[in-house]
């Protein structure tokens, strides 16, 4: 009969037994190591992203372990940026006054955000514009002969310099010479019906009184001649008066008809035995230059055909093609610099007189004027050259980068830091824009800090939250 082991022989049989290899401990404990090590990976990503999921901005919790925020307020982005909507939305722009807060100075720097301080500052915008040079057509004279005739002289030659009344051409025209006559006869006329009345009336009562009467009214009908007469000269620009040349003699009478309206140096060096009563002088209205000349002595001329064209080109007009995009920042009255191709160092100033109303069926342009001055008369008409509007002028204009405003719909706005942490959607009104910078007429004062370079960022930011919010 066998004898059962003692404890003791039962426990030197369990210390002499095969111990486990470590395959078999690590089937045994592997999954419970392979999950530790999924939490430490978990725990680290969680640490390096601050516990931000990607992608998942509308029903996020707080970061403090409570509920997902209540109220429209929600974290946007990954960035892990709160979005702060306002609690009464203008209806304009309703981003206006909506936060973005983010969880640290870090996490704004990621976002490679720079700022800019609202300045005060001069503010001066043009429009540039093709231009050229053209007379003032109310300092242009195109002279023709007031009657037919023939050229007799010529006085002045093409840009030589003129002064009002100077002699241009001398014209022999018969009609000038029957006026004279007519005015000679007239005159001759009434000073012999003045004598017959005054006579009449010495005789007193031997004179019927018919008589006298008769001789008044061949008196007023005498100065009516004389008058008509005088009118008839002046309209040809040689103005005489009865009463101013009634005292002369015969021969000094004809010799102020003969040279009548001529300068006297003109009149010197006509001899006055063979010079014609018929010489009508064609003279300049105003200063200016000779453009155009078109009479040749000998040559028969008329009213209808120009001989001379006399311009002032102290003042002149600057036609411009301004681009359709510029027509409406344009007003009468702005100023206008224009600088003539190939004078560099030389400028034009002026004011816009005239907008056009309609498009240039060939440049598809809006025409605008300015009146200069010229005062040196350096440049002449058709002379081209490039022309700036000025169509803002402020000594003082609120100016921002012009990155720093972003566009939503009608809406314009900025982002306005608040904290170092905290920006704010801002509406303005933004006025022009020149040099990088774009004036703020109202939404900030100067000395805030606005965000420029990336702003647009924070704009996605916020238009991501606020869909995310309308998705709560």
Known sequence: MSKSPSPVEADAGGAGARPRSAVESLKEHGPTIAVLLVLAGVAYWGYRSEWKIPGLSGSRSNGSGGEAKGGGEHEAGDRGARIVPPESPAKDCPLDRTRIEFPSADALGRAGLQVATVREQPMTAT???????????????????????????????????VRKGDVLALLDAARVGDLKAEFLQALTQLNLRTTTLENLKAAGGAVPARQVREAEASLRDGRVRLFNAEQALVNLGLPIKGKDVEKLSEEALATRLRFLGLPE???????PETATSNLLPLTAPFDGLVAERAATPGEV??????????ADLRRVWIVMGVRLEDADRLAVGQPVDFQPDGHPDEVLRGKLSWISTSVDEKTRSMRARAVVDNPKEHFRARTFGTARITIRDAPKAVTVPGDAIQREGRCRFVFVRLTDTVFQVRQVRAGVSSGGLTEVLEGVRPGEVVATTGSFLLKSEVLKGRLGGHAD
Do not use: H, M, Q
């Open 265 to 271: 140096s003109v009149a010197k060096s006509l001899d």
């Open 301 to 310: 001329v008329d009213p209808t055909r120009n001989l001379f064209v006399v």
């Open 127 to 161: 429009v540039g514009a093709p231009g050229e040079i053209d007379y003032d057509p109310t300092l242009v004279a195109r002279l023709s002969s007031p009657v037919t005739g023939r050229v007799w002289r010529v006085e002045k030659e093409v840009g030589e310099r």
